[in-house]
């Protein structure tokens, strides 16, 4: 099973502000949906609660240091180990861990590939993506996005594989 990490980041690595996130980009939400369709996603309690719901048609695996009862398609594990476990036992080829903060810093080091979506600006914001050391990684696609109606800003999307 492949182990992924989707994420889009502000040049200062702010990722979230208040709970939300701090642009619009449609594209990339767009681009979100389609890479984690029918797959599992790993994320931490605020992310989980930040999106409101259930994304239909994936398995959300929540961590958090209080789990709940599992509902269907919300599981509820009290380690990100436990989760990659569960996205093994299902048979998910493409696990995507979406965040927060914490589950980013913790995960890094056991991501084989990164979506990486860099938005040209640097909001305000209480949570960070950790510092990549890029070294590691091997760009194998990229694409440009200008600002317009639909997007806050103008951004890159590239897809990393580690070396």
Known sequence: ?????????????????????????????????RLTMGHHMLMGRKTFESIGKPLPGRMSLVVSGEPKANTENVYWFNSIFRAIKQAERNGESELFIIGGEKIFKYALSLVDRIYLTEVKASPKGDVFFPSLSIKNWKNVSEQHFTKNAENDFDFTISVLDRK
């Open 1 to 33: 099973m492949r182990i992924s990490l989707i994420v889009a980041k502000a040049e200062n690595n702010v990722i979230g502000v208040a709970n939300k996130l701090p642009w619009h980009l449609k594209e990339d939400l767009q681009n979100f949906k």
